[in-house]
């Protein structure tokens, strides 16, 4: 398969996404955007956890 075979079928496979996507209604907006803080909030206090023992241990 030739380089611009290749790139033929990838731009094909971006193409196919597109045409499938759609817009998120309000309420699907909604819950993605709240799982998506929890996530961000999640690996944050983890992140402050670990560095909180970090320090305490080695201080």
Same mark, same amino acid.
């Given at each position: 398969?030739?380089l611009?075979?290749? %790139?033929?079928?990838?731009? =094909?496979?971006?193409?196919?996404? /597109? +045409? +499938?996507?759609?817009?998120? *209604? *309000?309420?699907?907006f @909604? &819950? %993605?955007?709240?799982l998506? &803080? /929890? @996530?961000? %909030? &999640?690996? @944050? =206090?983890? =992140? !402050?956890?670990?560095? %909180? +023992? !970090?320090?305490? /241990? /080695?201080s």
């Amino acid at each position: 398969m030739s380089l611009k075979e290749k %790139l033929q079928n990838h731009v =094909a496979s971006w193409k196919r996404i /597109l +045409l +499938l996507s759609r817009k998120p *209604d *309000d309420e699907e907006f @909604g &819950l %993605l955007t709240r799982l998506t &803080l /929890l @996530g961000v %909030l &999640l690996v @944050g =206090a983890i =992140a !402050y956890v670990i560095h %909180l +023992l !970090y320090v305490i /241990l /080695l201080s």
